[in-house]
């Protein structure tokens, strides 16, 4: 089986490299994966400690970064090596100051993983979540690598509780200890023979707490917000934003509404604004222009959306008419903002959680959002138990980090 699964690999690498020619975001896979070994030659020294971070996109390094950053504390003359394996990770978080080196992660060929290891030579290794790379484990469990996933997260359709997941199984032993999100995932794990494992929770939790930690303050939403109630509405998409800007052009003008949208691409940012009869400005044309005046702010950049949910008094967060589903509902929900979202959140414990605490509400259509919207907007004593449910579930759900750093330290 283990053969098959090579020989996918490496097919799979061949039609990469032809699919690259027509799709951007394949060529960036592509591309950006050439010169790995060369910058880890250049970059880590034979004679250099190393520990070693791996994370599929952005939101798994986003869920890691407390571990990291915890680690790096703790082995101070270590260097951290992060790879990801998409580029909507990587091309995001490239720059970053936590990582010493920041690469995609080679494909995972036995030849790529020997070699990617040979040139690291991490003396711990971390997965985060899951990407269980068979031949980068097994390459680990040969060099008896401390190896260990983070805020992993086992279920029933994954390979190996099939009958015919052996060789998945076996790449497991790499792993020294599984650092788990629920007891769920902690039963699953010891089904097929595991008993090296731990609850340690989630630490996106540890993550978002530390947001309220530094400073968050955006002028200019400041001078927008002009002491007005605010909703913000977070990663939206264009079936959030048919509901969205209906209610927007109904609402009274003692509400603003800022939108962060999921795509800032110039035709889609258009599209939201026809949408709009309320007077609405971009992010990109604020210069020299008196934000208070307007009523809606659309802000077509990113890396802005945590610090804005701090001035909010309602958070719609999208996602929820689509698939997979919500966006991060933890950030929002940090700064104690009650919470509004889609139909489709069921494959997110925090959002089923914070559903049933009644901290997050849902709806399915104009109706619903409206009268959820305007309750929260009306009912002071309704908003402030929704935003003490929201604060106090980040609060009760903390402390993974210090879990996980226990028995790795």
């Known amino acids: 089986m283990l053969f098959l699964y090579n020989l996918v690999i490496s097919i799979a690498g061949f039609f990469l490299k032809i699919v690259a020619l027509f799709s951007p975001k394949i060529k960036l896979f592509v591309e950006g994966r050439k010169n790995v070994f060369t910058i880890l030659e ?12 791996h994370s599929a996109s952005l939101g798994e390094y986003e869920q890691g970064l407390p571990v990291i950053e915890k680690i790096k504390e703790k082995y101070p003359a270590h260097k951290i090596i992060v790879t990801f394996f ?4 990587y091309e995001v978080r490239k720059n970053n100051t936590t990582a010493d080196v920041t690469l995609y ?21 971390f997965f985060i979540k899951y990407e269980f790379w068979l031949n980068y484990l097994n390459e680990l469990e040969k060099s008896q690598t401390p190896t260990y996933l983070i805020s992993g ?18 790449a497991l032993k790499a792993f020294t ?18 008993d090296n494992v731990i609850v340690s929770g989630d630490t996106r939790f540890d993550r978002v707490n530390a947001i309220l930690e530094r400073d968050n303050t955006l002028d200019f939403i400041e001078k927008f917000k002009n002491n007005t109630p605010t909703i913000i509405i977070g990663s939206s998409w264009p079936k959030d934003e048919v509901l969205l800007a209906e209610y927007i052009n109904q609402a009274s003008e003692d509400v603003k509404f800022i939108i962060a949208p999921h795509n800032i691409k110039s035709d889609q940012i258009a599209s939201l604004k026809a949408q709009i009869t309320k007077s609405t400005i971009l992010f990109s044309e604020k210069e020299n222009t008196d934000l208070s005046n307007y009523n809606v702010f659309i802000i077509d950049t990113i890396g802005l959306l945590t610090k804005i949910y701090s001035y909010g008094t309602i958070a719609y967060v999208g996602g929820g008419f689509g698939n997979p589903g919500i966006h991060n509902i933890l950030e929002p929900a940090t700064f104690g903002i009650p919470i509004v979202i889609g139909p489709n959140y069921s494959n997110f414990a925090e959002a089923v959680e914070l559903v049933a605490l009644k901290g997050c509400l849902v709806i399915s259509n104009n109706q619903e959002l409206k009268q959820n919207l305007d309750r929260l907007l009306q009912d002071k004593e309704f908003l402030e138990e929704k935003s003490q449910i929201c604060k106090s579930y980040i609060q009760n759900n903390k402390g993974a980090t210090n879990s996980i750093m226990n028995i790795v330290a």
């Not at 250049?42 to 971070?53: A, M």
């Not at 998409?86 to 990770?89: K, N, R, T, V």
């Open 177 to 194: 200890y599984f650092f788990v999100q629920n007891e769920n995932s902690k039963e699953k794990i010891k089904s097929i023979g595991f």
């Open 42 to 53: 250049e970059k880590i020294k034979p004679s250099d400690k190393t520990i070693w971070f």
């Open 105 to 125: 992660l080679p494909l995972d060929t036995k030849s790529n993983a020997k070699k990617f290891l040979k040139l690291a030579h991490p003396e711990l290794a």
């Open 86 to 89: 998409s580029p909507s990770g």
């Open 153 to 170: 997260i086992f279920r029933d359709n994954q390979m190996f509780f099939k009958w015919y997941g052996g060789f998945y199984r076996k």
